[in-house]
């Protein structure tokens, strides 16, 4: 039997992580804060998620995983982007995840996603997941340079649709995520690592093993290299054109797309 799901649906609030973050100390695993609006909505690397009122999902997973270690911790992102994948592959779209957590499908961004964990010991406490997709928006601000959205998406496949119900869609992607939470638990518990969602994480890796620039963030270095994989630090690995390879951290490197 399926889990039910607790969502709590806003009509506005500044952000959905800051009430996954109010309801840490009572509310259990698998929360899920969800708003019509955000006025202050966050992306990665501090800057805004901007949506139209009504027209997106926004929302905001608390979850308490107490199975992963703290040195594990960049499964949590493989869980959520695996589950908007196979949510997007569900309606027949083939979208690609871009490491570290946004969902592009082409060069074209869809959904933005922000963790933020809680550490106790030597595990995690808590892991807020806030996510943003777009959903049935036809038009952005113009200094979003590469957006599209599901609606969008399907009339490129010739299958369009009017409007699409925020309740019905969250709950069919909470649904696909907390499948693959599932399966990371499972495969703690029997093997003792994640490496079945790694590799599927990997496979579905946006511009893995193709050449492209990218920009060294700390020296401002235009560089041509393709992605090779993750180091054991969930730090990318790119492979230049002479075959050296380089680890980067989050911010370290900037895609040129």
């Known amino acids: 039997m399926a889990q039910k799901l607790n969502i709590t649906w806003l009509d506005v609030t500044d952000s959905t992580n800051n009430r996954a973050q109010d309801g840490i100390p009572t509310a259990e695993d698998r929360s899920v804060w969800a708003a019509l609006f955000q006025t202050q909505g966050r992306g990665q690397r501090g800057n805004t998620w901007k949506a139209s009122k009504g027209e997106n999902l926004t929302f905001s997973i608390l979850l308490k995983p107490d199975f992963i270690f703290a040195q594990d911790q960049f499964i949590v992102s493989a869980i959520v982007t695996l589950g908007l994948h196979k949510y997007l592959q569900n309606k027949g ?16 961004k869809i959904v933005g996603i922000l963790i933020e964990n809680g550490i106790s010991g030597n595990n995690l406490s808590t892991s807020i997941c806030g996510i943003g997709l777009n959903l049935n928006q036809r038009e952005f601000p113009k200094d979003l340079p590469n957006p599209t959205s599901v609606i969008l998406e399907l009339e490129r496949l010739g299958t369009p649709v009017s409007k699409m119900d925020l309740k019905t869609e969250l709950e069919l992607l909470l ?4 499948s693959y939470y599932d399966k990371a638990r499972s495969e703690f518990l029997a093997k003792g690592n994640y490496n079945v969602l790694y590799d599927e ?10 050449f492209h620039r990218y920009i060294e963030t700390a020296t401002g270095k235009d560089i041509r290299a393709r992605i090779i994989g993750l180091d054991e630090y969930a730090c990318l690995i790119l492979e230049y054109e002479d075959g050296t390879r380089k680890s980067f951290a989050f911010k370290e490197i900037s895609y040129i797309i």
Request: glycine share 6%; charged share 35%; hydrophobic share 35%.
């Open 93 to 108: 779209i083939e979208s690609r995840i871009k490491w570290p957590n946004d969902i592009y499908v082409g060069d074209r």
């Open 175 to 178: 649904t696909d995520i907390f």
């Open 201 to 210: 994480y990997l496979a579905n890796l946006y511009r893995r093993g193709e």
